[in-house]
């Protein structure tokens, strides 16, 4: 059972600038030009956006406690720990999602006013974080992937926060909210945060960070880059470090039709967290930390520029608890039309590029599987497991209870996540109030195991009871009367 440590806030703070100072030592050594890493692999992911969001966090405080202009002066004053502690609410209350052991953070980048469809999401990342350990999970999503927006219909899934925020134009967070729904839809996994940031706001951190230096791994042009007179704008990239101003890093992150192979969501999904990863090393750097102008000046942009329903509290405790987190090892799954990928390109009738699950138009099944493992070693072999190991698992189901239909109908379930059910029959005992499920094998994968004791909220018995006979299967599932709807 999770326990929650209710947080020392002076503490929280004292340790984020000691935690920040040696972690900015890390990152210089470990991103030298001296060496040579493999950036982006399935499972094992640069680790940088739970970092970039708690720094951003702490800026945001930085803007909330100090009141003068003169914050050279304030932070010469120690009482500024003191009003962060007063203002920040009892450290004893929990975060959403932290009883589940599972907070879900949306991420959202959108063009803002001074752009043209400034609304649309360009960025959309679901960050998992598990805060009994630490361990960290994200999830890319396209902004061409078609799914149903509550209360428009099928459209492309970047459009949601659009339409929320133009169907209740007095509600700031109107849009957010639809694109957490949104996405809460396609993954079944409840968003409880999410933080949303403008291209002018991200051009105008990295600016003030000096600019950012980033090791580009090949050459590439992007003859279709969109300019702000609604044609192109050719930008071109050379290979190795280099030092990107904002903007030039907006167009890093924003390139979807480059050149040698930086043409696909993948790869510009990859640079989004390449771009992540150089701003934590500008922003954890002490020249950053000790340089209080500097700070104001943060402060003011994510004050204009960034919106989160997250309040001060909230983001002290997700700092507490995200120092628990590996941060050499935080898995990723960019959704993807890639070889192995869960995604398929289409058109729709007027010809514009679409993304639909591979499976069919409406079956976000796998979507959803992986999204459930995000926060396993790597999920996609949850997906892999669901083609190749589960196919061949053999999975017997009984109605445990006098209801018709059950067992059949939670068969229909597992089908559609691609479990191979060889029995359905009734229990022996019919007076089962709680759905069982009993391992009989070594050959069901522990992802596997979790999916199904999380989709049928099932309990998992020690061993079988004397009343019933061994069955040929990996696995016996008896359905109780807490699956009728």
Same mark, same amino acid.
């Given at each position: 059972?999770?326990?929650?440590?209710?947080?020392?806030?002076?503490?929280?703070?004292?340790?984020?600038?000691?935690?920040?100072?040696?972690?900015?030592?890390?990152?210089?050594?470990?991103?030298? &030009?001296?060496?040579?890493?493999?950036?982006?692999?399935?499972?094992?992911?640069?680790?940088?956006?739970?970092?970039?969001? #708690?720094?951003?966090?702490?800026?945001?405080?930085?803007?909330?406690?100090?009141?003068?202009?003169? #914050?050279?002066?304030?932070?010469?004053?120690?009482?500024?720990?003191?009003?962060?502690?007063?203002?920040?609410?009892?450290?004893?209350?929990?975060? #959403?999602?932290?009883?589940?052991?599972?907070?879900?953070?949306?991420?959202?980048?959108?063009?803002?006013?001074?752009?043209?469809?400034?609304?649309?999401?360009?960025?959309?990342?679901?960050?998992?974080?598990? *805060?009994?350990? =630490?361990?960290?999970?994200?999830?890319?999503? &396209?902004?061409?992937?078609?799914?149903?927006?509550? =209360?428009?219909?099928?459209?492309?899934?970047?459009?949601?926060?659009?339409?929320?925020?133009?169907?209740?134009?007095?509600?700031?967070?109107?849009?957010?909210?639809?694109? !957490? !729904?949104?996405?809460?839809?396609?993954?079944?996994?409840?968003?409880?945060? %999410?933080?949303?940031?403008?291209?002018?706001?991200?051009?105008?951190?990295?600016?003030?960070?000096?600019?950012?230096?980033?090791?580009?791994?090949?050459?590439?042009?992007?003859?279709?880059?969109?300019?702000?007179?609604?044609?192109?704008? *050719?930008?071109?990239?050379?290979?190795?470090?280099?030092?990107?101003?904002?903007?030039?890093? $907006?167009?890093?992150?924003?390139?979807?039709?480059?050149?040698? =192979?930086?043409?696909?969501?993948?790869?510009?999904?990859?640079?989004?967290?390449?771009?992540?990863?150089?701003?934590?090393?500008?922003?954890?750097?002490?020249?950053?930390?000790?340089? &209080?102008?500097?700070?104001?000046?943060?402060?003011?942009?994510?004050?204009?520029?960034?919106?989160?329903?997250?309040?001060?509290?909230?983001?002290?405790?997700? %700092?507490?608890?995200? !120092?628990?987190?590996?941060?050499?090892? +935080?898995?990723?799954?960019?959704?993807?039309?890639?070889? =192995?990928?869960?995604? +398929?390109?289409?058109?729709?009738?007027?010809?514009?590029?679409?993304?639909?699950?591979? #499976?069919?138009?409406?079956?976000?099944?796998?979507?959803?599987?992986?999204?459930?493992?995000?926060?396993?070693?790597?999920?996609?072999?949850?997906?892999?497991?669901?083609?190749?190991?589960?196919?061949?698992?053999?999975?017997?189901?009984?109605?445990?209870?006098?209801?018709?239909?059950?067992?059949?109908?939670?068969? $229909?379930?597992?089908?559609?996540?691609?479990?191979? +059910?060889?029995?359905?029959?009734?229990? &022996?005992?019919?007076?089962?109030?709680?759905?069982?499920?009993?391992?009989?094998?070594?050959?069901?994968?522990?992802?596997?195991?979790?999916?199904?004791?999380?989709?049928?909220?099932?309990?998992?018995? *020690?061993?079988?009871?004397?009343?019933?006979?061994?069955?040929?299967?990996?696995?016996?599932?008896?359905?109780?009367?807490?699956?009728?709807?």
């Amino acid at each position: 059972m999770y326990k929650r440590k209710q947080i020392d806030f002076l503490r929280t703070t004292r340790d984020f600038v000691e935690d920040a100072a040696e972690e900015s030592e890390k990152v210089i050594q470990e991103f030298s &030009p001296k060496q040579k890493k493999k950036f982006f692999t399935w499972g094992k992911i640069a680790p940088t956006a739970i970092t970039f969001i #708690l720094l951003l966090g702490l800026v945001y405080t930085t803007r909330a406690v100090i009141s003068s202009n003169d #914050l050279a002066h304030q932070l010469g004053n120690a009482s500024v720990f003191e009003q962060i502690k007063h203002l920040a609410v009892s450290g004893d209350k929990p975060l #959403l999602g932290e009883d589940q052991e599972r907070i879900n953070i949306l991420l959202l980048g959108i063009g803002g006013e001074e752009h043209d469809g400034g609304q649309l999401t360009d960025t959309i990342i679901v960050a998992s974080i598990n *805060p009994l350990n =630490g361990e960290t999970g994200l999830l890319s999503i &396209p902004r061409d992937l078609v799914a149903p927006i509550p =209360g428009v219909g099928w459209q492309k899934i970047n459009s949601a926060n659009a339409y929320g925020a133009a169907m209740n134009p007095d509600e700031i967070r109107a849009g957010a909210d639809l694109s !957490k !729904k949104t996405v809460s839809a396609i993954t079944s996994l409840s968003m409880h945060y %999410y933080i949303k940031l403008d291209f002018e706001g991200f051009v105008k951190i990295v600016d003030a960070l000096g600019g950012i230096r980033v090791d580009i791994p090949s050459e590439f042009t992007d003859y279709q880059y969109p300019d702000d007179s609604f044609g192109y704008e *050719p930008v071109h990239f050379d290979s190795g470090w280099q030092n990107l101003k904002g903007n030039e890093a $907006l167009k890093y992150v924003r390139s979807r039709h480059g050149t040698d =192979g930086e043409g696909t969501d993948f790869a510009r999904a990859r640079r989004q967290q390449q771009i992540l990863q150089a701003l934590q090393a500008r922003t954890l750097a002490l020249s950053t930390l000790i340089n &209080p102008n500097k700070l104001l000046s943060l402060s003011d942009i994510i004050g204009e520029h960034v919106e989160t329903d997250m309040k001060l509290w909230q983001l002290f405790r997700l %700092y507490e608890i995200a !120092k628990k987190a590996d941060k050499q090892n +935080i898995t990723q799954v960019v959704l993807s039309t890639e070889q =192995g990928g869960l995604l +398929i390109a289409d058109t729709n009738e007027e010809g514009s590029y679409l993304l639909r699950p591979r #499976l069919a138009s409406t079956d976000f099944s796998e979507i959803k599987k992986v999204a459930r493992n995000l926060l396993y070693q790597d999920p996609m072999l949850s997906v892999v497991s669901a083609s190749d190991i589960a196919e061949g698992l053999k999975i017997v189901i009984h109605n445990g209870t006098l209801s018709e239909g059950l067992a059949a109908n939670t068969a $229909l379930e597992l089908e559609k996540l691609s479990y191979n +059910i060889t029995q359905i029959a009734n229990s &022996p005992m019919r007076d089962y109030e709680k759905t069982v499920i009993y391992k009989l094998s070594d050959q069901v994968p522990a992802s596997d195991m979790q999916l199904i004791i999380e989709t049928l909220n099932a309990n998992v018995a *020690p061993s079988l009871p004397n009343f019933i006979t061994v069955p040929d299967a990996d696995m016996l599932i008896i359905v109780g009367s807490d699956s009728v709807s």
